[in-house]
């Protein structure tokens, strides 16, 4: 279950809540909104494939558990983001102290990403429950507020960017989407590729709403 797909039956995206170590988890107050029963909508979407539980909070909320929150890579891909002016990053220092750095940085690494795993042979089905260590879920967590920002009137692009920068940067170095030495490629490391396409697609798209081209190298 895909926030796309909930956000189909709900009405509105759904936020993504806490920190998804343990669990993915989504809330909404769709049922408010519907002027629905609380309880009539959480039992509707516990008969939805892919969903682990659904909560209903004191305040008529829903928390709803996805299963396999990794499912979310699958909907997202490049989308045409119309300039909306002037970057508020420079170009320089090229360091870990620059937010603009961090956001194209991470940009050219998961291009580079779908550059060798192509070149590497890693290929085969996508298998999105297998992104469940802490670092792929933390580079989900942050994926999985795309669809929010897309339709807030204030989406903060800059501050997102920088945050699925910093989580993908932390995957990247410390879950390896690539085979290393001898390894042979596998169903893991191509959830990751994928994985890092999502984040490819969601960078380049918040660059191009604060006025830049995504670069593929610096």
Do not use: C, K
Request: proline share 9%; hydrophobic share 45%.
């Amino acid at each position: 279950m895909t926030p796309g797909q909930l956000g189909e039956v709900l009405g509105l995206p759904p936020i993504p809540q806490g920190t998804w170590a343990e669990e993915a988890v989504y809330v909404s107050p769709a049922a408010l909104r519907r002027r629905r029963a609380p309880g009539e909508l959480a039992a509707r979407l516990r008969e939805l494939p892919g969903i682990a539980g659904v909560r209903v909070r004191d305040d008529g909320f829903l928390e709803i558990v996805v299963a396999v929150p990794g499912e979310l890579v699958a909907e997202i891909g490049p989308v045409a983001s119309p300039s909306r002016g002037v970057s508020p990053w420079a170009d320089s220092p090229r360091t870990w102290s620059n937010p603009g750095f961090v956001v194209r940085y991470a940009h050219v690494r998961a291009v580079a990403v779908q550059r060798w795993a192509a070149e590497l042979g890693v290929g085969g089905e996508f298998r999105p429950e297998l992104l469940t260590g802490h670092l792929d879920r933390a580079v989900l967590r942050s994926l999985a507020e795309v669809h929010g920002r897309r339709v807030s009137r204030d989406p903060g692009w800059a501050a997102y960017a920088g945050q699925l920068a910093l989580a993908y940067h932390d995957a990247f170095e410390r879950a390896p989407a690539l085979p290393v030495g001898d390894e042979e490629p596998s169903a893991l490391h191509l959830a990751r590729v994928r994985l890092a396409g999502a984040v490819r697609d969601v960078l380049a798209e918040g660059l191009a709403a604060l006025g830049e081209a995504a670069p593929d190298v610096l």
